[in-house]
């Protein structure tokens, strides 16, 4: 493994999911007294783990078909999407 493209990918996920709504419900379930902390630290970094798993078998599979470079396009275009539809449901 590359260190180099460990540590770009790491900091880039590591920063993305910083305060993101699954963060912020896993801190949520955390100040429950009653909640197992071991168990829902597991629980959470699982979820995390499967759903990482899932992207990176869908994209190694979407890009048999599709360049990366569409593949970017196409995200960008729904991030850009995302934040127009955030910010016109905010005015309202």
């Given amino acids: 493994m590359d260190l180099k493209i460990f540590a770009a990918v790491f900091?880039?996920?590591f920063?993305?999911?910083?305060?993101?709504?699954?963060q912020l419900?896993?801190?949520?379930?955390?100040s429950d007294r009653e909640v197992?902390?071991?168990g829902l630290?597991?629980?959470?970094?699982s979820a995390l783990v499967l759903a990482t798993f899932m992207a990176v078998v869908a994209?190694?599979?979407i890009s048999r078909w599709i360049s990366p470079q569409v593949i970017k396009?196409?995200?960008?275009?729904?991030f850009i999407a995302i934040g127009i539809w955030v910010l016109w449901g905010a005015r309202a």
């Avoid at 993305?16 to 699954?22: I, M, N, Q």
């Fill in 11 to 13: 900091a880039s996920i």
């Fill in 15 to 22: 920063l993305a999911e910083l305060g993101d709504k699954t």
């Fill in 25 to 30: 419900a896993t801190l949520l379930l955390a």
């Fill in 36 to 38: 197992n902390k071991v």
């Fill in 41 to 45: 630290f597991v629980a959470a970094a």
């Fill in 59 to 61: 994209g190694s599979f």
């Fill in 73 to 78: 396009l196409i995200a960008g275009i729904g």
